[in-house]
């Protein structure tokens, strides 16, 4: 029986698994060419990408130095009232009716002020909340996720979850993956090792 390396089975491991999810990649900086983070007040920052997303099986890759973020998800996912007031940098924010005015369509900057109202430890973040205007689901970058000041950048919308405020309690921390470096180079360097692992059997004897 052929014997794969270790190093490249446990990529092809990981490769596999995710062979059938689709994964979403936000790697670079998210107010690159704006004078958002030097212009005084809160910033909201349109333009995200829309996506289908699959709760069951899709991953968001978010890399480590293009946010400020450490290199692991510290993950929650209730209603803004059970959220950890620290030790965390990815939310899924589950709301009521009474969140917020009921007048007003709840966006990015209403849910951003309820994350901060329950968030004492200053710190860059992620969260995904549902928007009432658009009816759907979007994630969304913040500079501070303690700060009702911090400006944020919408990443994302998911425009196959119209309608369906209630999937957001299937996210779970498994949805993200936060990377030192963007993601292609590392499934090259498992690629990469690969060829190079069959190349090296071929070359040797029979």
Known sequence: MDRIPLCVAAGLL???TTARAATFSFVSDPFAGTDVLTTPGRQIVGGETFISFSI???VFVLETEAFGVGDQVLFANDLVENLPPADV?????RTTDNDGDPGTPFGAGNAANLIANQVTSPGPGFFVYF???LDL???VYS?????????LKVLARMTNLVGQSD???AF???????????APPLLLAVSGALWGWRLRRGAGPR
Do not use: H, K, Q
């Not at 940098?89 to 924010?93: D, E, S």
């Not at 500079?143 to 400006?151: E, K």
């Open 14 to 16: 990981a490769f596999g």
């Open 56 to 58: 069951g099986a899709d």
């Open 89 to 93: 940098n990815v939310i899924v924010l």
């Open 131 to 133: 928007n009432s205007g």
């Open 137 to 139: 689901p979007r994630l």
């Open 143 to 151: 500079t501070d996720l303690g700060d009702n000041t911090a400006d």
């Open 167 to 169: 999937a957001l309690a």
């Open 172 to 182: 779970t921390a498994a949805n993200f993956t936060i990377v030192p470096e963007p």
